[in-house]
């Protein structure tokens, strides 16, 4: 049950102490490359040794592994001890907090708890209304807003100009605002009008000139080429902070910390038995095509590409293939399982997906699950359509 709005959640951290005021934010809004930004971030302030926490959703293995510190997943049972505090007051003060809202809430928690001077959060859904926009203008250094594409409509609105307005809802008073530049002009007026209303500079990413701290793309190790467009934002958020935190200041430091970013099940290869298959969750029209693209130009011509896709409940399954699947192609539909946490996610039946597929490919198989599915797929296996899905197979390869 999605059900946006602040009110539950700043009630519930107010009675916590306020744990999200007691350090400083880098908020990050988008559609798609968010959850990239905030890897680049966390992984240039730990190199930088600056105490550091970083929030993304949803979780891609255990259920706290959105939540590190310092670069390295939270310990399980610091973890499930700030859960169980939050989930206490949540009950004794009948507050009725949704399962994002608590999550939210543990995270702040557990950065107050291990003292992290810089929080790195990762918007949730939208961001005017979402549980994570309850971060202070005088505790954010800066806020970022990514590529923003049409998704969740039934959420955030039937336009990309109205879903760029909830996403610009993060501006905050007077705080620097980064925006991938990319995004289309019509998107790029909303986000500007909405940062002049809070008088927020606001920073567009330049990708034609050279990237802040001497970076190159070739500095990346994450695939895909809309890629330079997320470090762009990161890098002029490092920037920004750089002026609070002299430790961001040393080129090196920045340079080494955006080499050794890590972030899984993002164009991500794996071996899995005696294969080696691409891991991606593209789960919407925009992401859909990037990974169209990354396949197009690195994987086609090799042989043979079947495609392993679950997508959730509500998804456009032909926008999706149309998006990704070429007529050669084979196509092989399963389902993931449930979720841990969020229990009104579900998977869409792989014999509907599969009656949408069969519009784009002759070649279309159901597997009951994705063990199966991978161990018959010929050529190059690629493992996309929902996060959940990759999930299943990071959880067998860590096996």
Sequence with gaps: MIDLGLS???RLLTLLGCPHLKYRAIHVAGTNGKGSVCAYISSVLTEARIPNGRFTSPHLIDRWDCITVNGATVKEEVFRNAEALVTKTNEQHGIGASEFELLTATAFEIFNQLKVRLAVIEVGLGGRLDSTNVLSAE???????TKI???HQGFLGNTIEEIAGEKAGIIKERVPCIVDSSNVPSVLKVVEGRAQQKEAPVIFTNTQLSLPFGITRSQSPLNGSYQLHNLACALNAIKVASKEFAELQDEKIVQQGIAHTKWPGRLQWVEFGSKT???DGAHNAQSASLLAEYVDNEVRGKGPVTFVV???GGRDCDELFNAFVREDDTVICTEFGPVDGMPWVNASKADQVAISAKKFTDKVNVAKDVKEAVESSAGTCVVCGSL????EVLKLTRS
């Design 310 to 312: 679950a997508f959730s």
């Design 139 to 145: 505790n954010t250094v800066a806020t970022v807003i």
């Design 149 to 151: 594409g049409l998704d």
């Design 388 to 391: 959940y899905l990759v999930s």
């Design 277 to 279: 298959i691409l891991l």
């Design 8 to 10: 539950r959640i700043y």
